[in-house]
């Protein structure tokens, strides 16, 4: 897990659905159900929090560096 999936782990012990609006976002279906979790209790959102930050991981967007360890700006080739 990434460093702000584990920042996300630490918000959801307080309040479960901010870790979820953070991460799925305001009026998804998984923000709902874990609002309707954490009415009836807090471990039911909790475990539901928990369970919406593991399945959805966070993925680092961006150009990886070459073997070189220089980036090409995206475009096949050019130089750098």
Known sequence: MHAR???LVFIAIFLPP?????????????????????????FPGLIH?????SKHPYEESGYHSSIDGHTN???YGSIV
Do not use: E
């Open 5 to 7: 999936d584990w920042f």
């Open 49 to 53: 929090a928990l369970y919406v930050i």
């Open 18 to 42: 901010v870790a979820v609006w953070i991460k799925r976002g305001f009026f998804t279906k998984d923000f709902l159900i874990n609002i309707l979790l954490f009415i009836l209790g807090f």
């Open 73 to 75: 700006g995206g475009q």
